[in-house]
């Protein structure tokens, strides 16, 4: 038939007619199956019992259907302190959403005054990522009053990153060779103790790319795949 929803004239090979229906493609599909088991419309129970099987398979195709076509939860809101760090993170979610950064433009780490705006995107976060007090000297005290379910990651701390020693005569402090507040030569302040600015070792810099991605696949499981 052209349509499902004619009216059909339906024999069973005998001669006997089963008479005048209209049916829709559901019932149309019912029928097939009781006529190719044998089955009559004169016994009720075996209609009936025709009609659970098919009940039962329809609500398990639902089941399946429904479970494939569960939307995936939203990206996660993910804040990053500095440049360098939001650009590898960047990476990291790449197809499943863009990280936020808090200093933006050309603002120093080690300046930096935070505006109230900085400190509500920073609330609403699901994960803050930073490099450690002595990049971000005015955030461990904002940070430490977030709320219980914002996560923190402070990337000098993380598996795999390696503390590196100042080179001889410390930063080229003062040289002046560079206005971006990120690199060694922008610096005109000490550093003690290890040298802080772990990005610009290509070790440190894959060492953190790989925190970043077992860190981002605990928070967003349905995404870990991506990142």
Same mark, same amino acid.
């Given at each position: 038939a052209a349509r499902f929803d004619q009216h059909v004239f339906i024999f069973d090979g005998t001669g006997r007619g089963f008479g005048h229906h209209r049916m829709g493609l559901a019932g149309f599909v019912c029928l097939g199956r009781t006529l190719y088991h044998g089955g009559s419309f004169d016994d009720p129970n075996l209609w009936r019992f025709r009609m659970m099987r098919i009940g039962a398979l329809v609500a398990l195709l639902l089941v399946t259907v429904l479970a494939a076509c569960r939307p995936l939860a939203p990206a996660p809101e993910v804040v990053v302190t500095i440049k360098p760090i939001h650009a590898l993170t960047a990476g990291?979610?790449?197809? %499943?959403?863009?990280? &936020? !950064?808090?200093?933006?433009?050309m603002v120093s780490p080690h300046t930096y005054q935070m505006r109230p705006s900085d400190a509500a995107m920073l609330s609403g976060a699901d994960l803050v990522i930073w490099v450690a007090p002595t990049v971000e000297s005015t955030i461990p005290g904002t940070l430490g009053m977030l709320p219980a379910d914002v996560r923190t990651l402070e990337l000098i701390e993380a598996p795999g990153v390696r503390r590196l020693a100042l080179r001889e005569g410390g930063m080229r402090m003062g040289a002046g060779e560079s206005d971006d507040p990120y690199t060694e030569d922008s610096h005109d302040h000490e550093h003690e103790g290890p040298d802080p600015?772990?990005? !610009?070792?290509? &070790?440190?810099?894959?060492?953190?790319?790989?925190? !970043? %991605?077992?860190?981002?696949?605990?928070?967003?499981?349905?995404?870990?795949?991506?990142?």
């Open positions: 990291v979610m790449a197809g %499943v959403g863009e990280p &936020a !950064l808090l200093m933006d433009g600015h772990i990005w !610009l070792d290509p &070790a440190n810099a894959m060492a953190i790319t790989e925190v !970043l %991605v077992a860190e981002l696949s605990a928070l967003d499981p349905d995404h870990a795949s991506a990142y």
